[in-house]
């Protein structure tokens, strides 16, 4: 498993492609090819994972879903708001239009390591919700 941790502001370029954050590209197993899913997050963001990451945590969890038109529609969902993206030998994905579309079209965004994946965040989208994410830890009463 991957342990994508920080976080880091990167700019797209013309063609919209990310170069993925170098301490992330360092952490991808060899098996991976180079391949990740690109998905749309519940909040306003991107979900980037790693295709072995993808296959072990979204693809199991879909398959023990219990049999039914829920399971079938969290399939469709995900067939239809999730693409197979190459990294190019510069480090780069190429996130398509419509992904960006779906955050606001940023030429800038703001990569956020979430453990096992990345998300992509347009920076005000991340600074609102990062206010949340404070004040969630410093009341809650989870700590390690």
């Known amino acids: 498993m991957q342990n994508f941790l920080g976080n880091f502001d990167c700019t797209l370029d013309s063609k919209g492609r990310l170069m993925i954050p170098a301490r992330f590209r360092r952490q991808l197993p060899e098996e991976n090819s180079g391949m990740y899913v690109i998905s749309m997050g519940k909040e306003k963001c991107l979900n980037l994972y790693p295709l072995q990451e993808w296959n072990e945590m979204v693809v199991k969890e879909l398959h023990n879903l219990p049999p039914g038109l ?13 693409l197979t993206l190459n990294i190019d030998k510069s480090g780069r994905v190429a996130i398509p239009s ?5 955050i606001g079209n940023p030429r800038k965004v703001t990569v956020v390591g979430v453990l096992n994946y990345m998300e992509i965040w347009s920076p005000d989208e991340y600074e609102k919700i990062s206010q949340d994410i404070d004040r969630t830890f410093l009341e809650g009463d989870w700590e390690y």
Do not use: A, E, T, V
């Open 98 to 102: 419509s992904f960006l579309k779906g």
């Open 70 to 82: 829920n399971k079938r529609k969290y399939i469709r969902f995900y067939s239809k708001k999730s």
